[in-house]
């Protein structure tokens, strides 16, 4: 009988909790659904999404913040960082259409504040640099793609439509429409115009700077050793 009454209260929370995420968060949902390929259903995405899960409780932890509530707010952020591997501090601010891809080990700072239709891969760090009270988080633009590893550290503002590549380190500012990669991060790529047709999630194809400083440097060793084979045949 209790086993009976423990599936049966499972069961309602589970429909509660499926009613109350499409109701309130129907946005997240959908953000989503245009940006994950792999995403099928609002149920899978719903139960399983832990990106999805770690907004809800930043949302809730966000609200008792504000309250001013003691205690309660860093306990639920707390708890969605033993259940979800993702940590928000509760006092960031985060805009519409937040999207946590995998999302385990990234880290959201108290004084982040991250705009509208943001995307952080697994492992991404919004930090600061040390010790400094006040503002120490970066301030995240609209429409940025943040890559995989990649650490965005101090208080430094990241502009609109900006790309950041995976394992990047980004210490300065970035400007509106621009690529960033390398440690530490330099910018890349900017031409000033907006992406078309959405946001650009596909960050595989980025300028990678040691790359070409190694192929610099291995067509440097091949003319020398051209030259002393020359040398060597007179």
Known sequence: MMLINLVLLIAI???L???????????????????????KSYAEIIFTYSGLH????????????????????RFISQFAKWLTGIEIHPGATIGRGLFIDHGMGVVIG??????DNVTLFQGVT???TGKEKGKRHPTIGNNVVVGAGAKVLGNITIGNDVSIGANAVVLRDVPDNS?????????????????????????????????QALEKLQHEIDSIEKELKDYSGK
């Open 110 to 115: 108290e004084t982040s504040v991250i705009g």
């Open 17 to 39: 909790f499926y009613v109350l995420g499409r109701t309130y968060f129907k946005g997240e949902i959908q953000d989503i659904f245009d940006r994950d390929p792999a995403a």
């Open 13 to 15: 929370g589970a429909i």
């Open 179 to 211: 690529t960033v990669v390398g440690v530490p991060g330099r910018i890349a790529r900017q031409d000033g115009q907006r992406v078309t047709g959405g946001i650009n999630i596909d960050y595989t194809s980025l300028p990678d700077p040691l790359q």
């Open 54 to 73: 770690a907004i809800i409780f930043y949302r809730l932890a966000n609200k008792a913040w504000k309250a001013g509530l003691p205690f309660l707010p």
């Open 126 to 128: 919004l930090g600061g």
